[in-house]
């Protein structure tokens, strides 16, 4: 059995060296494999080494344990996978953002500890998403529509890699997809900024340029797996070919049904959930995993 083991860590803290990568290969070929060559997909970053001989599950806890807490993350791939996949479909908040937009709006109307709350127990899954959203919004209370462009002028930041992971898998031929709990006027913005061909999301309803509501049916985490599988048919292609990435409850299923399936620093329960797990590096490592090397990434 041959298996891919591919080691990433944050491109500003470049940390796998030489004598890591042969450390893990002596510990594999210890346990009876035959590792290969080391294959760097971008130096001190990113690197691929194929290994026969050992089921992942045995090779897995042993390279962790050679890892122990530095900062680089360990993604196993299966034999003959087709790494490079047509569909990204992507969270938007905490995942091709750094922040929640919800909350950031919330600081406008003063309620940002109390709206956070909820947020981070609806994204760890404990509590129903539609009517956490509903809740969170009535919170807010007759807020003035022109805060959406302030929020998003003053507190929108992109995730470092944001922008090579769509532009690299777009210039690859995929599609590319922002599906969100979140809002339109948020997500509509964020995707052109970025380079997404489409994307999903709710909308806010105003009335006399006041928050009145938001629009049904809410879009939440069957929504975002019903995206997949409809994106999937439109392509013609299995969900197989798919990679979705995300760090909420929200985004399970679809994490769950996608070939590779990112929780992105991520709430435990996606975490323990994934397929693949990044929790040190950014975006561009979800490149990595497709066996891109940083100077085929493209920035648009
Ligand atoms: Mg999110």
């Known amino acids: 059995m041959q298996i891919l083991l591919t080691l990433i ?5 470049p940390v796998i060296d030489a004598g890591l ?7 594999l070929e210890d346990l009876g494999a035959i590792a290969g060559a080391p294959e760097w997909l971008a130096p001190g970053v990113a690197c691929d ?20 807490e530095a900062p680089i993350d360990l993604v196993i791939h299966g034999e003959k996978e087709e790494r490079q996949r047509k ?3 992507a969270d938007m908040d905490s995942t091709i953002i750094t922040v929640e937009c919800l909350d950031e709006i919330a600081d ?12 981070e127990q609806a994204m760890r899954g404990e509590l129903e998403f539609e009517a956490a959203l509903r809740a969170r919004i009535d919170m807010l209370g007759p807020l003035p529509e022109a805060i959406l462009a302030t929020a998003y002028a003053e507190r929108v930041k992109l995730m470092p890699g944001a922008r090579e992971l769509v532009q690299t898998m777009r210039a690859n031929g995929a599609q590319c997809v922002l599906v969100s709990g979140g809002f339109t006027y948020f997500t509509e913005r964020v995707a052109s900024e970025v380079g997404f061909h489409e994307t999903f999301a709710n909308r806010l309803l105003f009335e006399q340029g006041r928050l009145k509501g938001v629009k ?18 439109t392509l013609q292609i299995t969900p197989d070919e798919a990679l979705a990435v995300g760090d909420g409850a929200n985004d399970l299923a ?7 399936g990112v929780a992105y620093h991520a709430k435990p329960v996606v975490a323990a959930a994934a397929r693949a797990q990044i929790n040190h590096a950014d975006l561009t490592a979800l490149l990595y995993l497709q066996g891109y090397r940083s100077s085929a990434f493209h920035t648009g």
């Not at 194929?50 to 344990?65: F, K, S, W, Y």
């Not at 406008?108 to 947020?119: H, S, Y």
């Open 216 to 233: 049904d049916p809410i879009l939440g985490r069957e929504a975002k797996l019903a995206t997949l599988r409809r994106q999937c048919e």
């Open 49 to 68: 080494l194929g290994c026969a001989g050992i089921p992942p599950e045995m090779a897995e806890p042993a390279v962790r344990a050679l890892i122990g």
């Open 87 to 89: 569909l990204l479909i």
């Open 9 to 13: 860590c944050n491109p500003a803290h």
């Open 254 to 260: 679809m994490i769950e049904v996608a070939g590779m």
């Open 21 to 27: 990568i042969d450390a893990v290969r002596d510990r």
């Open 108 to 119: 406008f109307a003063g309620r940002k500890n109390e709206v956070a709350a909820i947020t």
